[in-house]
């Protein structure tokens, strides 16, 4: 499957995954209880400067932010209109912050590190007689899955922007779905396999 992980080492990368998932979690609760923009600004650049300092694995990050970009410009404009300008630019930076730390997790972390996280922390549904492993794993691929489709389709709008010389947008739709389906159809078949083996 394709990722988002880099491969240039940071220090980010020498971090255990439970303690970037810690701060990831701590991070976002703490962005709700900060209420000025000001502050929100200040965590903004914050979480900036954590990505700018990944290093040359950082250029992947753009990828995932440009749109979550447009995203934000679109809440400010709607929350304008509304009359409520400070509220639309909060939303934003929050939205803006927890993208960005949860992309420095995704391009530190690899996949088989926050399957084993996930199983740890859902260990003790065993002994109320859940499988917990299971939870885990469809957990990751849910993750693993999101991360993976929207590289999908990031290559995707590039070849038609190559070919086109603008950007595929809705005409990708059809492709791009059979291309999920066709990728969720292998998964599956490949636990299928691995399940009766």
Known sequence: MLSLYSDHPSWLHRWPAGWKLAC???AGTALFWLQAW???LVAFLASAAVLLSL???ARKAWQVLKPIGFSCAIVVLVHA???DLALGISSA???LCTASLATALTLTTRYSDLLTLLEFLLRPLQRIGIRYEAIALQLALMLRFAEHFFVQWKRMDDAYRVRAGRSGSWR????????????AKQVADALRVRAGS
């Open 24 to 26: 990831l979690s701590a």
């Open 38 to 40: 000001i502050w929100l």
């Open 55 to 57: 290093g040359p694995g």
């Open 81 to 83: 209109l509304w009359g």
């Open 93 to 95: 930076l929050r939205l």
């Open 172 to 183: 990708l739709m059809a492709p791009f779905t059979i291309q999920i389906l066709r990728t």
